[in-house]
């Protein structure tokens, strides 16, 4: 099981991006998908999350400016990110609460991380 993150890139300020998140392998049911980042020099912080059902959750810096969405027939999750600022920049991680068959218990899974660089 395996979760590859795409869409990363340099952006100017103001600027929008789009993250993908496909996960891939034997699995048999996900729960909660979602991203999470971490600058140069802080700690991984969560950025936003969604439910199997469609429930968002964000962090208050991104609330009004990123969405979070995911295709449960793909086994994908995006974040669309608008008004972004060099304080946005950091490596994005995705995550997923994933179980391989129905007796076994759900673990978290992460992507290999994509940087999103906002500058001018």
């Known amino acids: 099981v395996q979760l590859q993150a795409s869409g990363g890139g340099l952006v100017q300020p103001g600027g929008s991006l789009r993250l993908s998140c496909a996960a891939s392998g034997s699995i048999f049911s996900i729960n909660d998908m979602g991203w999470y980042r971490q600058a140069p020099g802080k700690q991984r912080d969560l950025v936003a999350t969604i439910s199997r059902g469609g429930n968002p959750n964000y962090a208050d810096s991104v609330k009004g400016r990123f969405t979070i969405s995911r295709d449960n027939a793909k086994n994908t999750v995006y974040l669309q990110m608008s008004s972004l600022s060099p304080e946005d920049t950091a490596v994005y991680y995705c995550?997923?609460?994933?179980?391989?068959?129905?007796?076994?218990?759900?673990?978290?899974?992460w992507g290999q991380g994509t940087l999103v660089t906002v500058s001018s």
């Open positions: 995550y997923a609460k994933m179980k391989k068959s129905l007796n076994r218990p759900y673990y978290d899974y």
